[in-house]
């Protein structure tokens, strides 16, 4: 399985990350797994690109995790695609009608499977088998665990947007990457996001075997701390925990 990281930042631009986004690869199969701003361009730069993507998978509805979503329903059309599947949580469904209302020259353009989840639900997706966890977010969110389909390679799990908590950690027990939401840096006041400190206690706590975990979903309170905030994981948790960054491609054996 192969992880590349197409947006690592958050609501707030940086000028250096783009919006939430990845792309999971498993033989010829990918998913773009959100869709925030500038995961378009980011997906360009790849070998797979917007036109061979044609599965989105949506962990929830902030405009920083779909911002780019009707930009890569047109720029696939134009490429001269005839079909894209969306799946996400409840309501995705209404989201994608809202938006193809509002940008209504983009009715029927494409032939669209735009799917809600369940939560708890499992499924099966470009090549991947994927599980689901709610999260602890502002706005229903989930969390995937991905594996590639019907065997036993190693598995990735992304966080979405949530507070640390010890369920979120254990669905990831036995996963070669977790990917988890650490928006903050200690001494911020937040809710709905954790702060290092919060994720390494949490990390730590729960009774879960992971081989690493990459810091994401990154505003820009945290440039110039990272090596604290690395440093404030660490006071509780002895793990390999490390930053994503944009571009930053993961082979998983």
Known sequence: MRVTFLGTGSAMPTGQRFQTGL?????RESLLVDCGSGVLHSLARTSVGYENTDTLLLTHHHLDHVSDLPVLLKARWLDGAESQ????????????SGLLDVHEYMQDRID??????????????????????E?????????YRFTPQGTDEPTFVFSGDTEAFPQLIEFA??????????????GVDVSNHPTPSQLGETLADADADIDRVYLTHLYPHTEGRHEEMLDSVGDAYDGDVRFAQDGLTLELA
């Open 85 to 96: 599947t969306i799946v996400g949580p409840p309501g995705t469904a209404e989201l994608v």
């Open 112 to 133: 669209l499977s735009v799917r809600d989840l369940s939560p708890e639900q499992s499924t099966t997706l470009s090549g991947f088998d994927i599980d689901s966890m």
């Open 135 to 143: 999260t602890h977010h502002s706005i229903q969110c989930f969390a």
């Open 23 to 27: 792309l999971l690869e498993s033989g």
């Open 173 to 186: 027990d036995g996963a070669s990457v977790l990917a988890h939401d650490c928006s903050f840096p200690d």
